[in-house]
T-cell receptor, first 113, second 113 residues
C-alpha cells in the first residue's frame, strides 16, 4: 500500500538557519503530495502541495519539489523564524484510492532565537 | 461557523464504555473525513464520506468503530467498548469536493482509562 516516510525529529535550529525535512513516498500510481503543519495548540493546516512530477509547491517561504525519479518531496526553507516551530507532516493522496490522505510520522521542528 | 468544529475537545472514559465524537464540517462542504493521531500509529485515515455515496470505511481499525453522517452535514464517530489503545486525538476534516483541500478541525482528545 501507499506509505510516506519522513525524517524523525526533533530538529532543533537557530533562527535564520536553513531547514530541510526529508520526505519519500511509495505509491502505486501518481499521487498528489502535500506538506501540512501543526503549530502548538492548533489544528493541521495545509502548507503547500504539488500535484504532478516536477511541480514546486511554495508558501510562507517554504518550498518542496515533486521528484518522481527519487519519489521524494523534501521541504526546505532558507531562513527559519521562531514562529516556524511546529510539527510538519508530509502526506500523499492517491487518486485511485479515493481522497484519503496518507501521512508520514511527522517531524517536530524547534527554532531557537 | 468559519471552520470545522469538533466536540468535545477532550473526553476521558473508562475502558468498556461507548463514546461519541461529533464533527461539524464547513458549511457547504460535501466531503468529510475522520483521521486518528496517536503516538504509536501516527496520523491514520479512518473513514471518508462524499455526498450521498457509500462511505469509504477502509481505515476503520475494528468493528467497534462506526460513523454516520446525517443530512450530508454533521458526522458522529462512535467507538463501542473502548480499549486503552483507542486513546488518541481524533481529527475531522472537510473539503468542498472530493479532491479539494481538506480543512481540519482542532480534534477531540480521547483518553481511555
Amino acid at each position: 500500500g501507499d506509505s510516506v516516510t519522513q525524517m524523525e525529529g526533533p530538529v532543533t535550529l537557530s533562527e535564520e538557519a536553513f531547514l530541510t525535512i526529508n520526505c519519500t513516498y511509495t505509491a502505486t500510481g501518481y499521487p498528489s503530495l502535500f506538506w501540512y503543519v501543526q503549530y502548538p495548540g492548533e489544528g493541521l493546516q495545509l502548507l503547500l502541495k504539488a500535484t504532478k512530477a516536477d511541480d514546486k509547491g511554495s508558501n510562507k517561504g517554504f518550498e518542496a519539489t515533486y521528484r518522481k525519479e527519487t519519489t521524494s518531496f523534501h521541504l526546505e526553507k532558507g531562513s527559519v523564524q521562531v514562529s516556524d516551530s511546529a510539527v510538519y507532516f508530509c502526506a500523499l493522496r492517491e487518486g485511485a484510492a479515493g481522497n484519503k490522505l496518507t501521512f508520514g510520522g511527522g517531524t517536530r521542528v524547534l527554532v531557537k532565537p | 461557523g468559519a471552520g470545522v468544529s469538533q466536540s468535545p475537545s477532550n473526553k476521558v472514559t473508562e475502558k468498556g464504555k461507548d463514546v461519541e465524537l461529533r464533527c461539524d464540517p464547513i458549511s457547504g462542504h460535501t466531503a468529510l473525513y475522520w483521521y486518528r493521531q496517536s503516538l504509536g500509529q501516527g496520523l491514520e485515515f479512518l473513514i471518508y464520506f462524499q455526498g450521498n455515496s457509500a462511505p469509504d470505511k477502509s481505515g476503520l481499525p475494528s468493528d467497534r468503530f462506526s460513523a454516520e453522517r446525517t443530512g450530508g452535514s454533521v458526522s458522529t464517530l462512535t467507538i463501542q467498548r473502548t480499549q486503552q489503545e483507542d486513546s488518541a486525538v481524533y481529527l475531522c476534516a472537510s473539503s468542498s469536493r472530493g479532491f479539494n483541500e481538506q480543512f481540519f478541525g482542532p480534534g477531540t482528545r480521547l483518553t481511555v482509562l
